[in-house]
């Protein structure tokens, strides 16, 4: 749930684009074919119709009856796309994360250093502006945990 919300308000990628392959209606508009649409990942993840009132907080708990369940359109959270198209990497990427998270947890007891400044940005990707300085303390023992 935590990794879930994490990759809502900070997705891998901010949009994706994909091609149209026919002439198509979407929502009332007609969509001509090879026509590119950009699909902007981010707004939907911070969508209030979609994730309600508390869009922007880090609630990990509207995850808790599952994936399809967390936002109002069950399609709503796409942070590797969606379809034939999702991110080929997805299942590693998660393994990955989950793996970092789980060894740091069992080493090391860690927090934000005081100097931090949340000022998410994008440039091609989304990234914290002024860094993301942590403060690691290395467990010493069963205690410490």
């Known amino acids: 749930m935590i990794l879930n919300e994490s990759l809502r308000l900070y997705p891998p990628i901010v949009a994706t684009i994909r091609r149209a392959k026919s002439d198509v209606e979407l929502g009332g508009y007609k969509i001509p074919c090879g026509t590119e649409l950009l699909i902007p990942i981010i707004a939907v ?15 990990p708990d509207r995850f808790a009856n599952g994936v399809p369940r967390a936002a109002k359109h069950p399609v709503g959270f796409i942070p590797f796309g969606l379809g034939a198209r999702t991110c080929i990497g997805q299942n590693l990427a998660i393994l990955q994360a989950k793996l970092t998270l789980a060894i740091m947890i069992q080493r090391f007891t860690f927090h934000l250093a005081p100097t931090y400044q949340h000022a998410p940005t994008v440039l091609m990707l989304l990234y914290p502006q002024h860094g993301a300085p942590i403060t690691f303390r290395k467990l010493n023992s069963c205690e410490d945990r």
């Open 45 to 59: 993840h911070h969508d209030q119709a979609i994730w309600g009132n508390d869009v922007n907080e880090f609630n």
